[in-house]
C-alpha cells in the first residue's frame, strides 16, 4: 500500500482567513513533505520533517506553519495568505534512509488545490 | 547543484505510436538517484521508477521502458504502443543523498486516439 491521502482536496479562503491542510499514511514513512505547485510548473519543495521534526524550511513565509502531530500525520497551516498563494498543495512520505546517501522513494498524495480570493 | 533538463515541453501522439521521453540531468555527486513521475490531470504524483546511480541496468515494464545512461546523463522514458490514459505530465526528479529532490520541467504528452 503506497497510499498518502490529503484533505480536502478543494479549498477557497479570503486573505484573512485561516484553514489548515491534513495530510495522512499509513506506511509506516518517517519522512514527510510539503510542496508546492503551481500551474504547469514542477513541484517546489516547501518543508521536510525527518521523525516528526521539521528538517527542512525553504524560505517559506510565515503565513505557512506546518506541523508534524505524529509519525502518520501532517499539517500545513494557512493564515493570512495572498492570491499568489493559490496553488496545488502536495504531500508525500517516504522512508528515511538507514545509511548514508540513502535516497528513498517519495510517494504523493492527490494534492490540495487552493484558491485565495 | 543539481539540474534536470526535460527539453520537450509538449509531446502529441496518436494512439499505438511510440513516444521518447528524455531527460538529461547534471550532478557532482557520485551517488544519486533518478525517478519518474506521472501527473495525471487529478493532480496526484504517480511514482512510475527509481534508478539508482551504480545501476545501469535498463528496465521494461509492460508497456514502459527506461534507458540510463551515465555516460551522457541521461534517463530517458519510452513508452510503446502509447495509449489515451497515457496523456498526462511526466517529470523526471534527482534525488540526493539529502531527501531532496530536484523536478525537471515536466514534459505535456498527449494522446490522441
Known amino acids: 500500500d503506497t497510499e498518502v491521502t490529503q484533505t480536502p482536496k478543494h479549498l477557497v479562503m479570503g486573505m484573512t482567513n485561516k484553514k489548515s491542510l491534513k495530510c495522512e499514511q499509513h506506511?509506516?514513512?518517517?519522512?514527510m513533505y510539503w510542496y508546492k505547485q503551481k500551474a504547469k510548473k514542477p513541484p517546489e519543495l516547501m518543508f521536510v520533517y525527518s521523525y516528526e521534526k521539521l528538517s527542512i524550511n525553504e524560505s517559506v513565509p510565515s503565513r505557512f506553519s506546518p506541523e508534524c502531530p505524529n509519525s502518520s500525520l501532517l499539517n500545513l497551516h494557512l493564515h493570512a495568505l495572498q492570491p499568489e498563494d493559490s496553488a496545488l498543495y502536495l504531500c508525500a512520505s517516504s522512508q528515511v534512509g538507514l545509511a548514508a546517501g540513502r535516497k528513498e522513494t517519495q510517494y504523493f498524495g492527490p494534492g490540495t488545490r487552493l484558491l485565495v480570493l | 547543484a543539481q539540474k534536470v533538463t526535460q527539453a520537450q515541453t509538449e509531446i502529441s501522439v496518436v494512439e499505438k505510436e511510440d513516444v521518447t521521453l528524455d531527460c538529461v540531468y547534471e550532478t557532482r555527486d557520485t551517488t544519486y538517484y533518478l525517478f519518474w513521475y506521472k501527473q495525471p490531470p487529478s493532480g496526484e504524483l504517480v511514482f512510475l521508477i527509481r534508478r539508482n546511480s551504480f545501476d545501469e541496468q535498463n528496465e521494461i515494464s509492460g508497456r514502459y521502458s527506461w534507458n540510463f545512461q551515465k555516460s551522457t546523463s541521461s534517463f530517458n522514458f519510452t513508452i510503446t504502443a502509447s495509449q489515451v490514459v497515457d496523456s498526462a505530465v511526466y517529470f523526471c526528479a534527482l534525488g540526493n543523498a539529502g531527501n531532496m529532490l530536484t523536478f525537471g520541467g515536466g514534459t505535456r504528452l498527449m494522446v490522441k486516439p
Open positions: 506506511m509506516g514513512h518517517r519522512a
